[in-house]
Nanobody
Framework: QVQLVESGGGLVQTGGSLRLSCAGS????????MGWFRQAPGKEREFVAA????????SYADSVKGRFTISRDNAKNTVYLQMNSLKPEDTAVYYC??????????????????????WGQGTQVTVSS
């Protein structure tokens, strides 16, 4: 199994940038497909971005395409979410999640929270208008 810890959240103005990090420990990081989800107050958790275990495929929610980029550094056991051109509607708690690549194959798995086995505790992102 893998333990996930997010960091990098904070308060930023509209149009600003943040980079979230998710550090993994306890297992071979490179076998995991990684995802980012977010949950705003009073709303359901929603998919943001995913990166396949072999770094071949990425997937993004329509609301963040062209603004957010997911990447990973397996040597550091870390996945990142670069967020640019932030908007007030991006305000949420952001969660990192993971599942072994063999657990669910295909791009249909990326956007489903139920595909992911391991979750971090979340980091708050607040975008002021």
């Amino acid at each position: 199994q893998v333990q996930l810890v997010e960091s990098g959240g904070g308060l930023v103005q509209t149009g600003g940038s943040l980079r979230l990090s998710c550090a993994g420990s306890g297992s071979t990081f490179s076998i995991y497909t990684m995802g980012w989800f977010r949950q705003a107050p009073g709303k359901e958790r929603e998919f943001v971005a995913a990166l396949s275990w072999n770094d071949v495929s990425t997937s993004y929610a329509d609301s963040v395409k062209g603004r957010f980029t997911i990447s990973r550094d397996n040597a550091k056991n870390t996945v990142y979410l670069q967020m640019n051109s932030l908007k007030p509607e991006d305000t949420a708690v952001y969660y990192c999640a993971a599942y072994p690549g063999y657990y669910c194959s295909g791009s249909g798995c990326y956007g489903k929270a139920s595909s992911y086995i391991y979750w971090g505790q979340g980091t708050q992102v607040t975008v002021s208008s």
